[in-house]
């Protein structure tokens, strides 16, 4: 096993239950120290703290399991899903049969990322340290009684960091179909895990879905950046008098056009190819209710002062469109873009068109996407639900 020694001074954020020990704060390796592994960490003093995996390529050295002395091994991995299998079980509505089982390290898995579709999974492997355990962690994951199959989507940014190329197929037989057929909410979706964005679908949007149902009586909304039309179902399940679906991709309005006549809205309103930032920019109309929900426009931290400029875009043309009272859902999956930088941002944006909002509602990741208390910059999912005065 390797043995990992911090610097002085540097073991407080392990006390202290940070999952991730960055390059800078090593002082030593013993062990094979060009080898991915399970590693001991210990402070100056040679006092043990915490164990892990060590991947020696990666700027964050060491992705922490555990702060006791225990084996990293199948039992484990079994014992860990087996924990966040039941706070879903707990505490997830009986008409939802997909969400995250895993949530990396707010599961205390780092790197791990499984979604569940019905009865199937989709595993995402982040870290080289992972990749040694794969077969273990499908095995206890094929372990569990409602999995019929297991596919691997890992692909990203943080795989290329690790020095990992990208990894999909199946991992456990038989191969999910086209199209996974899922009910959230009682409402059905199709979930195309091979060809979709991220897994397929956004389990994380899945309380402000339900929220846009509560507001959306007799309201016409605009659902921006929709891809497969999931907050448009929820509007017209909450009574929508009418819905614009807006996506830039062609096979992803295609696939919302069946998922709402799927759920009895054959007429589920206009789907419309185009870009939200020109749309908003153009559009010659108002609507009661917005949705913005834009993919992450600050991939690393250095992309955040260009982002907040496309995020004050958006919101700015979003609110000049709005109806008196009307309202605003919008959101920033940018890890790197703290609450209160997005807060700003809407702010300079309301500011800028002289219109007057309160916020109604904040909005975020649900109960399935849990955050490490230790590891808060894994709340990645920030949202504002807005009214405006007039």
Request: aromatic letters at 10%.
């Amino acid at each position: 096993m390797i043995r990992l020694y911090l610097k002085s001074g540097r073991e407080r954020p392990v006390h202290n239950g940070h999952p991730w020990i960055f390059s800078g704060a090593v002082e030593s390796v013993e062990g094979d120290a060009e080898a991915v592994g399970v590693a001991d960490v210990f402070d100056c003093k040679k006092n043990w703290l915490a164990r892990g995996l060590y991947n020696p390529k990666s700027q964050i050295r060491v992705r922490l399991l555990t702060w006791r002395e225990e084996t990293i091994d199948r039992d484990f991995f079994a014992r860990r899903i087996a924990q966040a299998l039941k706070l879903r079980q707990d505490f997830l509505s009986t008409t939802t049969n997909a969400y995250r089982l895993i949530n990396g390290e707010g599961d205390f898995l780092p790197g791990l990322i499984v979604d569940r579709y019905a009865d199937f999974l989709v595993c995402q492997f982040f870290t080289a340290g992972l990749e040694l355990f794969k077969d273990d962690i499908v095995a206890a994951l094929s372990a569990l009684e409602f999995v019929h199959g297991i596919f691997e989507k890992s692909e990203g940014r943080v795989r290329d960091e690790e020095g990992l190329g990208p990894s999909a197929g199946v991992l456990a037989s038989p191969e999910p179909p086209d199209l996974i057929p899922i009910e959230e909410n009682s409402f059905k979706f199709l979930v195309d895990v091979r060809r979709g964005q991220k897994t397929g679908f956004f389990l994380d949007q899945r309380d402000s879905r339900a929220f846009l149902a509560t507001v959306a009586r007799g309201r016409t909304v605009l659902d921006c950046f929709s891809y497969s039309g999931a907050f448009s179902l929820y509007a017209l399940g909450g009574g929508a008098k009418e819905v614009i679906t807006l996506d830039s991709s062609r096979p992803a309005l295609e696939l919302a056009e069946k998922i709402l006549a799927l759920n009895g809205f054959p007429d589920g309103g206009e789907l419309l190819k185009g870009d939200a930032f020109a749309y908003l920019k153009e559009c010659g109309r108002t609507f009661d209710v917005i949705v913005l929900d834009p993919p992450s426009l600050a991939h690393r931290r250095s992309d955040v002062a260009a982002a907040t400029g496309g995020y004050k875009f958006l919101n700015l043309h979003a609110l000049r469109h709005l109806n008196p009272g009307g309202l605003l859902l919008t959101f920033s999956c940018s890890q790197h873009l703290s609450i209160d930088l997005f807060q700003k941002v809407v702010f300079g944006a309301a500011v800028d068109t002289g219109r007057k909002a309160s916020v109604v509602k904040r909005l975020g990741q649900p109960i399935d996407h849990p955050v490490s208390l230790h590891h808060p910059e894994a709340e990645y999912l920030k949202g504002l639900a807005l009214r405006v005065l007039d």
